[in-house]
């Protein structure tokens, strides 16, 4: 299973709105409203910011919003801090009964 | 606060086995399924295994089944990742996470620290 395609890096500046999308194919993203997403800070575990294409859970920002149309979701993180200089990773179910990952997007801050 | 705790990483030479255990606190593997993850170096996030022992459910990336064989302890409440046959390729920190829904909807919503693998000769 390939992994699902991200942009390899997103800049913006602080108070600027950022998009990081996510693009898979019939056998995942397309077929399941199941994507979720995961912000990485260096050194640290992933922690899930977005689940189900577009729910928060408890505690996350609601800077953080998610989408999906056809074959591609997005991640839309909105009034951008420095804070959030990371990496970000979907992911999905597939059909294959896997799960599969994005390949990574590294977002920093300008 | 409810936690993961993996252990048992190390430096294991190529053709080798070492197994990982993941531990919980505030929260028992009874009720949840969890997944193992791995990231190589510099490397993006794979996931490699699936357990939920409530349903019997268990599956396995491509990249590792065969090998690998997942597994939880009962007494302990503890999971396990027997691997072997390890190739460099499997070099990578490990993370075992709470895999919170069904294999098909779920998501990984809490995550351990991770433990480091080394294989190399």
């Known amino acids: 299973q390939s992994a699902l395609t991200q942009p390899a890096s997103v800049s913006g500046s602080p108070g600027q709105s950022i998009t990081i999308s996510c693009t898979g194919s019939?056998?995942?993203?397309?077929?399941?409203?199941?994507v979720s997403w995961y912000q990485q800070h260096p050194g640290k575990a992933p922690k899930l910011i977005i689940y189900d294409v577009a729910s928060r859970p408890s505690g996350v920002s609601n800077r953080f919003s998610g989408s999906k149309s056809g074959n591609t979701a997005s991640l839309t993180i909105s009034w951008l801090q420095a804070d959030d200089e990371a990496d970000y990773y979907c992911s999905s179910y597939t059909s294959s009964n896997s799960r599969v990952f994005g390949s990574g997007t590294k977002v920093t801050v300008l | 606060e409810e936690q993961l705790v993996e252990s048992g990483g190390g430096f294991v030479q190529p053709g080798g086995s070492l197994r990982l255990s993941c531990t919980a606190s505030g929260f028992s593997f009874r009720h949840y399924a969890v997944s193992w993850v791995r990231q190589a170096p510099g490397k993006g996030l794979e996931w490699i295994s699936y357990?939920?022992?409530?349903?019997?459910?268990?599956y396995y990336a491509d990249s590792v089944r065969g090998r690998f064989t997942i597994s939880r302890d009962s007494a302990e409440d503890s999971l396990h990742l027997q691997m072997n046959s390890l190739r460099a390729e499997d070099t990578a920190v490990y993370y075992c996470a709470r895999d919170w829904g069904d294999f098909i909807n779920g998501c990984f919503d809490n995550w351990g620290q991770g433990t480091l693998i080394t294989v190399s000769s």
């Open positions: 019939n056998s995942d993203v397309v077929d399941y409203n199941y």
């Open positions: 357990i939920r022992t409530s349903t019997n459910t268990i």
